[in-house]
């Protein structure tokens, strides 16, 4: 641990623990090792050591946004000569998230122009804690994500998924983004695509691209995750879906097969790729691509003599999800008839039983 930090530590553990954190009445003001806020930010703003400064910028955090002159002193802490404090400044703001409003345009201010990496950094991630009133610093992050450390520009992406669609200025930016160098970077910047909604489905090509060819996994699974939130439907996006079923990550798979369960009819071209789904050695693909072939209706009907396999999976989950899905087919589903009754008669939980009766119900129609 840095001598830096050990020092705080001391500063703060020298007293018993019922003493540090005074709980007020009331009437009383709460105070951090017997000073309140007004104590705390003259220390801030006058003791020479950056320690001790540093340490009455956590304080005041701990004191926290609603007593007087907190946030506008932690914002004055943010032109601190000393890097540890104005990091730990932009910290604490972004840990009191929308009590911070008034922060923003400083925070905005440090990303663009603060000397060290770090502090600009956690300027970044502070900006997007703060939620929906950091909208106006959509510019700033967006050009932060030209920064020359890989951390701003991650932390930026991250930043503007955070704001969601109030940050659609930010989409090509983020495009440029799912090339960087740095995964992490790639990951931030497809994730925030997906966060921007439907109204960004321009990108959707972009991650479709990503979700073939990039090497990491985590970055296939950010980019997946953001074509199921784009919900598009175009050709070159469900076929990288499809490809992705057979991702050798199992999480990029999963994600993958609940954004394609989510998709309109349009993936009724990925038939054949959904039945190979249903081989998947991993449990939950198998049962999310017989809801997915549920959600297909009449176009389903080439897999079900697939799904009716599924009936003797040795996961309950997948038994489960074939007899539900099979009995939502109805008449389309005759070919799984006699599968089904076999599981009424042979399966050893309740619940498939009864799901598989029901089933046979819906799929023999009225009698």
Known sequence: MPLRSISIAIFFLAVPVSALFARPSADEERTVRGKNAREWLALMQKDPAAEHRRAA????GIIGPKAQGVVLGIMSALKDPDVNVRATAAQTLGEMGSEANDAVASLAQVLQADKAPRVRETAAAALGRIGVSAKTAVPELTASLKDKEAGVRSASAAAIGRLGPDALAAQSGLVGLLGDPDRLVRSHAASALGRLGPAAGAAAPDLAAILIKDLQPEVRRSAAEALGHLASETDSVLSALGGALKDKDADVRRIVIIALTNLGPKTKTLLPRFGEAL???DKFVRTQALRALGNLGKDAQPAVPAMAQCLSDQAVEVRLAAAEELGHLGPVATAALQA????????SR????????????KVQGPV
């Open 350 to 361: 309740n619940v498939v039983r009864d799901a598989a009766a029901e089933a046979v119900k």
């Open 57 to 60: 910028v956590i304080a005041l």
């Open 340 to 347: 089904l009754k076999e599981a009424v008669k042979n399966d």
């Open 279 to 281: 081989k998947d050695q």
